[in-house]
């Protein structure tokens, strides 16, 4: 119900752009946000971004990434700007889904792989 997509491999410096829809039948979208997960550690927050705009950040990612979202598509973005090797990661979108019959559910996206080299 969520697809994520826009990972790959880029080079130290470099961007990316994440992108995240929700789909199916849907009366609205709480939260959204980013996590990831590198290999041997546990999943972390990266950004949150309210139905309002309002946006969240872990605190070393700050300045360098910028969460948004298109609530027209039910759509959430991340831009990943001066990454680093450490950036390096499975990113996972997520986001609070109500569906029209009143269902409330907190979705994961599949994961998307970001690799950047040195």
């Known amino acids: 119900q969520l697809q994520a997509s826009g990972g790959g491999f880029v080079q130290a410096g470099g961007s990316l752009r994440l992108s995240c829809a929700a789909s199916g039948s849907i009366r609205s979208v709480n939260d959204m946000g980013w996590y990831r997960q590198a290999p041997g550690k546990q999943r972390e927050l990266v950004a949150t971004?309210?139905?309002?705009?309002?946006?969240n950040y872990a605190d070393p990612l700050k300045g360098r990434f910028t969460i948004s979202r298109d609530n027209a598509k039910n759509t959430v973005y991340l831009q990943m700007d001066s990454l680093k090797p450490e950036d390096t990661a499975v990113y996972y979108c997520n986001a609070g889904v109500r569906r029209p019959w009143g269902a409330f559910r907190d979705y994961w996206g599949q994961g998307t792989q970001v690799t950047v080299s040195s």
């Open positions: 971004i309210t139905s309002t705009g309002n946006t």
